[in-house]
């Protein structure tokens, strides 16, 4: 899923990419151990085995986050930004004083680089950092190479340096493909932010891009506010499910694992309960968006999102999902049967399947089925394992090692971050990732790749080396007990390495199109063909070894493991073709036909098959429009 807030035009199009799902239940299983006496490769040794200390450094020097010497003190985000702005400033009046041709696009590149390597750095220091003074530093950074950016997307002189070459046929055409596809993104962005329209439009568009930022800020903070409910409106005896503030009963989230139906019937009814002031937000927030859209040219917000994309039209996205929705509904039924039946078995008197149902049931079922109790298989998932596992794999498949490096002082922001370099067998080094992988007060919950520094040729003809950090959230490690994954926390690591593969190979001569800075439907490819690594037998056996015995994963329990995840899996499909569905619908043609509720409700009959329950709305709770 794409972050919101991140630099437009000359910064790059890439977010933060999070999994399309939370797939880490039943956090860190624990198990007490005796010692640790299985043997690791250096990689595995790198995530098991807990530092014994650090080594003494008293007189060495202070290299700065991710080596950059500015930044070993919060004040250096000054510095750095500044320098960056400096260098801007030149290479505009470079820029603006070349002949047009493929130098205008290696310096509209390089312009882009310099404000993007400090900004995405900053982007992720802001939100990561321990220390708030750095956060703080990181943010005023963000802020103000923002407001830089903004500036660059309506400098007309800037526009016309590039306009000059697009226009020119003779010379679009002497372009490469990658250097002429990289004219045309600088130029759609600059597009999209209204700068070939006359003065008083461009100033519409400004102002309505402001809007609609302001409106989303506000649309997806209170996706996640409670919702409260007087006391007596509930049942007294699942009460203790909630947190009861005096006459109320506050409902922070739908409880879709509470094996009490009743629980769950009461977390979605009130939780999802449609607050006006939401509901205005949303109904004012896709209306601008429609303004927006066809003031720069598109006939509907979503034409203008899926320019640049692989899936390219509303129409083609529209055909995909149908033609997904017919192939998938006789297997949803089947799903939802299985389910209902399940429900039937153990609650005889309540049978009819409600939304609130699938996920508890689905779990019952893969539970009674394949006996997948996490804790079972945690002890084979160490941390280590897992990363010999990946590092195996990118062995046989792209003939690429990963090396465990000690970071130098003040390299990294905290001390559990450990840092790889990728290496492929003849091309040697690719890459750094920066494994941020443990929990930490008031660090973000969810899993996400960061790029920090794209990867280009520079002109001296050296290649600039991708920087990425992956983002998990994981139980620490102990003296004698390595941190131990539950099956879907792997899954989770192998999703975010594909990014950071991704990252890594994706050599470009443009950092503008780098790795996951590519359209973004495509950025989930890599990370999700690398969730069916983690799911195949032949896979999983080679790594999946126990921590203390060494021994594998009995061939049964990786089946086990494997089948269980078909368990539903139509009917989850379903339920995203459905939120796809309604997103389109939301972007498509304005005016709307009806309010956004009716539409939830004809789309959720349609793409669905559990029945709409009246006055709720699923918006309120997942970030459900991809457009947002
Ligand atoms: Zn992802």
Not at 14 to 43: E, K
Not at 372 to 400: D, H, K, Q, V, W
């Amino acid at each position: 899923m794409l972050g919101a807030g991140r630099l437009r035009g000359l910064g790059t199009r890439a977010a933060p990419l999070w999994p399309g799902r939370a797939g880490s239940r039943g956090l860190g299983a624990r198990i007490r151990a005796r010692g640790v006496s299985t043997s690791w490769s250096p990689v595995g040794a790198a995530f098991n085995v807990k530092p014994q200390g650090r080594r003494l450094d008293l007189f060495g020097e202070r290299r700065g986050l991710f080596g950059v010497p500015e930044l070993s003190a919060p004040e250096g985000f000054r510095v750095a930004q500044e320098n960056a702005l400096r260098k801007a400033d030149l290479l505009v009046q470079r820029v603006c004083s070349v002949a047009p041709g493929p130098q205008t696009v290696l310096i509209f590149d390089e312009l882009s680089d310099s404000l993007c390597r400090v900004a995405d750095l900053a982007d992720f220091v802001k939100i990561a950092h321990p220390e708030p003074a750095f956060r703080e530093a990181a943010e005023e950074a963000c802020t103000s190479i923002g407001t830089a950016v903004e500036k660059l997307n309506t400098n007309v002189e800037l526009y016309r340096s590039l306009q000059k070459l697009l226009a020119d046929k003779k010379l679009v055409d002497s372009l490469d493909p990658e250097t002429r596809r990289v004219a045309e993104l600088f130029m759609f962005d600059f597009e999209i932010s209204g700068i070939h329209l006359d003065k008083e439009k461009r100033k519409r568009a400004v102002d309505l891009n402001v809007k609609i930022l302001d409106l989303s800020n506000t649309f997806l903070m209170g996706t996640n506010f409670p919702n409260k409910i007087e006391k007596h409106l509930l049942p007294e005896h699942i009460h203790q499910n909630f947190v009861v503030a005096g006459n109320h009963v506050i409902v922070d989230g739908l409880h879709a694992e509470s094996p009490d139906d009743l629980v769950r019937e009461a977390a979605y009814k009130i939780f999802l309960h449609p607050n006006a002031g939401q509901l205005r937000c949303l109904e004012e927030l896709l209306s601008n968006r429609d303004l927006l859209a066809k003031l720069v040219g598109y006939s509907t917000y979503s034409h203008r999102a899926l320019q640049g994309t692989l899936a390219q039209s509303p129409e083609t996205v529209m055909q995909f999902l149908e033609k997904l929705s017919d192939k998938l509904s006789e297997r949803t039924i089947r799903d939802f049967e299985m389910i209902r039946g399940m429900k039937m078995k153990l609650n005889p008197q309540n049978s009819e399947l409600m939304p609130w149902d699938p996920p508890y049931y689905s779990g019952v079922i893969r539970a009674e089925r394949y006996n997948i109790e996490p804790s079972l298989y945690c002890p084979f998932f160490s941390l280590g394992a897992c990363m010999e596992g990946l590092n195996t794999l990118f062995g046989r498949l792209l003939g690429i090692t990963l090396y465990a490096e000690q970071p130098a002082k003040g390299e990294v922001w905290c001390e559990g971050v450990r840092k790889l370099a990728v290496v492929h067998e003849s091309e040697g080094l690719l890459g750094y990732i920066y494994c941020d992988f443990f929990q930490r007060a008031g660090k973000p919950h969810q899993d996400c790749h960061f790029t920090i520094r794209g990867g280009r040729l520079k002109e001296d003809g050296d290649y600039q080396l991708p920087v990425v950090v992956l983002m998990l959230n994981l139980p620490h490690p102990s003296r004698n007990l390595p941190t131990l994954l539950t099956p879907g926390m792997m899954e989770n690591l192998f999703h975010e390495m594909g990014h950071a593969m991704h990252s890594m190979l994706g050599r470009t001569r443009y950092q503008h199109v780098t790795g996951t800075r590519c359209p973004t439907d495509f950025a989930e490819v890599p990370s999700i063909l690398m969730e069916y690594f983690a799911n195949d037998h032949r896979v999983v056996s080679q790594f999946a070894r126990h921590y203390q015995t060494g021994q594998s994963l009995p061939k049964n329990m990786v089946s086990r493991l494997c089948e269980s995840k078909k368990v539903g899996a139509a009917a989850d499909m379903q339920l995203q073709v459905f939120y796809a569905a309604l997103d389109q619908i939301y972007h498509g043609k304005h005016p709307l036909t009806a309010s956004t509720t009716d539409i939830l409700r004809e789309t959720q009959e349609k793409f669905y098959g559990l029945p709409y329950v009246p006055n709720t709305v699923c918006f309120r709770n997942v970030l459900l429009l991809t457009t947002l």
